[in-house]
């Protein structure tokens, strides 16, 4: 299960505090995207990067925030502003364009405590 | 934006049985469409995925169709099997030229009685 990997697993986050949750990919691949999962709602993406120091935001947006200063790592911060932050977060890459494989990381759990 | 919509959000089907999955999508420009499988508590995968250019792709068990005059896909898993218990996801892909990301339905969750 190489190629992109995402740590930690599992992540516990007080009221208030900012979290970061670590992205990096192997497979030389342009494009980065965060989403977020939760029960019966499907994956929904929160930013994507389709080059190094570049990025958009996607659906849901507020409260996240990232930076992409190396094509291999795409770190996402949930910040106190991000009212309801627990959810399975996932990380993909793509080789680029819009007909192309992405590829899954295996996931970070993040609970509010 | 694209919106994707996905049915059914379960389905149980006999050991040896076909399951259908279907899905629709809004944005007429989208021309890629993958499905994710995704066992519990690990990371999505692909399966099987479609362009705009083709109306029927097939690979062993499992096959795609797409219908893009009415904007809908379908994901057919035959002779099935108790490991193909899982959710699935559809996705859309918005063209225009950049890795804008997969736009997903909300999951089916197959269930495969034995």
């Known amino acids: 299960d190489g190629g992109i990997t995402q740590s930690p697993k599992y992540l516990f986050r007080k009221e208030g505090q900012n979290v970061t949750l670590s992205c990096e990919q192997n497979?030389?691949?342009?494009?980065m995207y965060w989403y977020r999962q939760d029960p019966g709602q499907g994956l929904r993406l929160i930013y994507y990067?389709?080059?190094?120091?570049?990025?958009q935001k996607g659906d849901i947006a507020e409260g996240y925030s990232v930076s992409r200063e190396k094509k291999e790592s795409f770190p996402l911060t949930v910040t106190s502003a991000q009212k309801n932050p627990t959810a399975f977060y996932l990380c993909?890459?793509?080789?680029?364009?819009?007909?192309?494989?992405?590829?899954f990381g295996q996931g970070t759990r993040l609970t509010v405590v | 934006g694209e919106n994707v919509e996905q049915h059914p959000s379960t389905l149980s089907v006999q050991e040896g049985d076909s399951a259908v999955i279907k899905c629709t999508y809004s944005?007429?420009?989208?021309?890629?469409f993958p499905w994710y499988k995704q066992e519990l508590g690990k990371r999505p995968q692909l399966i099987i995925d479609i362009r705009s250019n083709v109306g029927e792709k097939k690979d062993q068990r499992i096959a795609v169709t797409l219908n893009k005059t009415a904007k809908h896909f379908s994901l057919h898993i035959t002779e099935t099997q108790p490991e193909d218990s899982a959710v699935y996801f559809c996705a859309a892909s918005e063209s225009g030229g950049g890795a804008d990301g997969l736009t997903f339905g909300k999951g089916t969750h197959l269930i495969i009685q034995p």
């Open positions: 497979l030389n691949h342009d494009a």
């Open positions: 993909a890459s793509s080789i680029g364009g819009s007909l192309t494989e992405a590829f």
């Open positions: 944005d007429s420009a989208s021309n890629y």
């Open positions: 990067s389709q080059i190094v120091n570049d990025f």
